[in-house]
């Protein structure tokens, strides 16, 4: 069964950090990407990993973000630093190479 589960969201105040993960089964990683909804805004991608390991982080976490991945776990990881109340949100992984296998989410919330 192709599986992406991720995990790791909770609340956290300002400043803090989490790190999320997402777990896949039925499949290898291949280039996998972090995206973020926001209460009322579009689903958007915040970092991407490549296959073999680059790493891109967007503007809105530029400078707090790190991804990287396990692939003897076949898993991919999203750090998350210094956030912020807009960093609220579901964070999901999904595949950025065909077949698109997207993971259920997992919530954020950033509050004072």
């Known amino acids: 069964q192709v599986q992406l589960v991720e995990s790791g969201g909770g609340y956290v105040q300002p400043g803090g950090s989490l790190r999320l993960t997402c777990a896949a089964s039925?499949?290898?990683?291949?280039?996998m990407g972090w995206y973020l909804q926001a209460p009322g805004k579009q689903r958007e991608l915040v970092a991407a990993?490549?296959?073999?390991?680059?790493?891109t982080i967007l503007d809105s976490v530029n400078g707090r973000a790190t991804i990287s991945r396990d692939d003897a776990k076949n898993t991919a990881y999203l750090e998350l630093r210094n956030l912020k109340p807009e960093n609220t949100g579901v964070y999901y992984c999904k595949t950025r190479a065909s077949p698109t296998y997207w993971g259920q989410g997992t919530k954020v919330i950033v509050y004072a």
């Open positions: 039925g499949f290898s990683l291949n280039a």
């Open positions: 990993i490549s296959s073999g390991g680059s790493p």
